[in-house]
């Protein structure tokens, strides 16, 4: 499964991001991931087909992931940006028959 993600950039801490990320073909689980500088990659959020979603705490309330099945696509909607957020994202797909894909990563960075 190929991933083409989208939407990173600079914004000032307080603003808001809309990341993209398209699929080659349709996967049951699709999520993303954050990776600060620095340090490990690190699990943000997961959404089911059937729209089921899950977060970490740090993202609760302020990243909300959704998606449209019809074009294979997954979106993060992050608000209320903080630098602690600053990294580059990944979209992942993961599925018991096709097993694991990466996006090539999109940079956010927030400013103080």
């Known amino acids: 499964v190929q991933l083409q993600a989208s939407g990173g950039g600079l914004v000032q801490a307080g603003g808001s991001l809309r990341l993209s990320c398209a699929a080659s073909k349709s996967i049951i689980n699709m999520g993303w991931y954050h990776q600060a500088p620095g340090k490990q990659r690190e699990w943000v959020a997961t959404?089911?087909?059937?729209?089921?979603?899950d977060y970490v705490d740090s993202a609760k309330g302020r990243f909300f992931i959704s998606r449209d099945n019809a074009k294979n696509t997954v979106y993060l909607q992050m608000n209320s940006l903080k630098p602690d957020d600053t990294g580059v994202y990944y979209c992942?797909?993961?599925?018991?028959?096709?097993?694991?894909?990466w996006g090539q990563g999109t940079q956010v960075t927030v400013s103080s």
């Open positions: 959404i089911t087909t059937a729209g089921r979603t």
């Open positions: 992942n797909a993961n599925s018991p028959l096709l097993g694991v894909s």
